[in-house]
């Protein structure tokens, strides 16, 4: 069974940073595009960030310049490195692999930015 592990959320005072890491086991994880999602209460989930193996990341826009996506295929891990948080990045992030029909999702971990 394919599992998904995220970790590194909590709460960050605005400006700060967070690195989140999501483990991946029992799926080809080099074949996969992982990514990188999250809902806020009351949302719809969005898409944060996607990155390809061997490709080139794509982010949302209000995202970008302050996050960054990458992968280890040697550790099955990918992260997301969120710096200048602001309290709108308050929300659960998701873990996501995708490859064709398959899709997997991790468990998810909270977010807080707030003073």
């Known amino acids: 069974q394919v599992q998904l592990v995220e970790s590194g959320g909590g709460l960050v005072q605005p400006g700060g940073s967070l690195r989140l890491s999501c483990a991946a086991s029992?799926?080809?994880?080099?074949?996969?595009?992982m990514g990188w999602y999250r809902q806020a209460p009351g949302k719809q989930r969005e898409l944060v960030a996607t990155?390809?193996?061997?490709?080139?990341?794509n982010y949302a826009d209000s995202v970008k310049g302050r996050f960054t996506i990458s992968r280890d295929n040697a550790k099955n891990t990918v992260y997301l490195q969120m710096n200048s948080l602001k309290p709108e990045d308050t929300a659960v992030y998701y873990c996501?692999?995708?490859?064709?029909?398959?899709?997997?999702w991790g468990q998810g971990t909270q977010v807080t930015v707030s003073s």
């Open positions: 996501n692999a995708k490859f064709t029909t398959n899709n997997f």
């Open positions: 990155m390809p193996s061997g490709g080139s990341p």
């Open positions: 029992r799926i080809r994880f080099s074949i996969y595009v």
